[in-house]
């Protein structure tokens, strides 16, 4: 299955990690990417290639890769940060171009 | 400042066209591939299509494929949607999305605010 899964919802503290998973098969040999969506605006890209940051995302976003689930983790979470995450992949072996998201995470700051 | 303005969303009847643009501007639009991706209120996100820097590779996906076609105007920096026979489950909000240069793989870094396309009698 070429299906990405997500969590529909985590919940955490202000000031604690949270961490959103996507599962896959054998998604730890693609290159996932990570998207923030806030209520009302358009996605942000927040992670690409499994661990990077892009420029102007703060230092409390990381993510990993490996086997079957990627992680994308927040610490010391912030009000600001609650908001959708979606993973996203490009499967070379499904038919052109294969891009897939998964289906979201609804992250709420308790 | 990069920025892309999506427009040419509304109301059409199934069965009916609708083209929307997205024009650029903060970067050299010739070097960059672009795309487009949708999200059906409430839902989550579905790429649709995308182009090459110079319009050589175009690829839709197959919930539009034969219906939709995707052109890029570099005189005018702007992409563009033509979306024939249109469905009640293409409507969506509509985002242009750039693909990083000399990106390896697909992905987007840059977005527009969208433009909501509506489907219905």
């Known amino acids: 299955s070429s299906g990405l899964t997500q969590p529909p919802s985590v919940s955490v503290a202000p000031g604690k990690t949270a961490r959103i998973t996507c599962g896959g098969d054998?998604?730890?040999?693609?290159?996932v990417h990570w998207y923030q969506q806030k209520a009302g605006q358009a996605p942000v890209l927040v992670i690409y290639?499994?661990?990077d940051r892009p420029s102007g995302i703060p230092e409390r976003f990381s993510g990993s890769n490996s086997g079957n689930t990627a992680t994308l983790s927040i610490s010391r979470v912030e009000a600001g940060d609650e908001a959708h995450f979606y993973c996203?992949?490009?499967?070379?072996?499904?038919?052109?171009?294969?891009?897939?998201f998964g289906g979201g995470t609804q992250l709420t700051v308790l | 400042e990069v920025q892309l303005v999506e427009s040419g969303g509304g109301l059409v009847q199934p069965g009916r066209s609708l083209r929307l643009s997205c024009e650029v501007s903060?970067?050299?639009?010739?070097?960059?591939?672009m795309n487009w991706v949708r999200q059906a209120p409430g839902k989550g996100l579905e790429w649709v299509s995308g182009?090459?820097?110079?319009?050589?590779?175009?690829g839709y996906a197959d919930s539009v494929k034969g219906r939709f076609t995707l052109s890029r105007d570099s005189a005018t920096n702007s992409l563009y949607l033509q979306m024939n026979s249109l469905r009640p489950e293409d409507t969506a909000f509509y985002y242009c999305?750039?693909?990083?240069?000399?990106?390896?793989?697909?992905?987007?870094?840059?977005w527009g605010q969208g433009a909501l396309v509506t489907v219905s009698s």
């Open positions: 999305a750039r693909q990083p240069l000399r990106a390896t793989d697909y992905y987007f870094d840059s």
């Open positions: 903060g970067f050299n639009f010739d070097d960059y591939a």
């Open positions: 182009i090459s820097w110079n319009s050589g590779s175009v």
């Open positions: 054998n998604i730890g040999r693609k290159r």
């Open positions: 290639h499994d661990s």
């Open positions: 996203q992949v490009w499967d070379s072996s499904v038919a052109h171009p294969g891009v897939i």
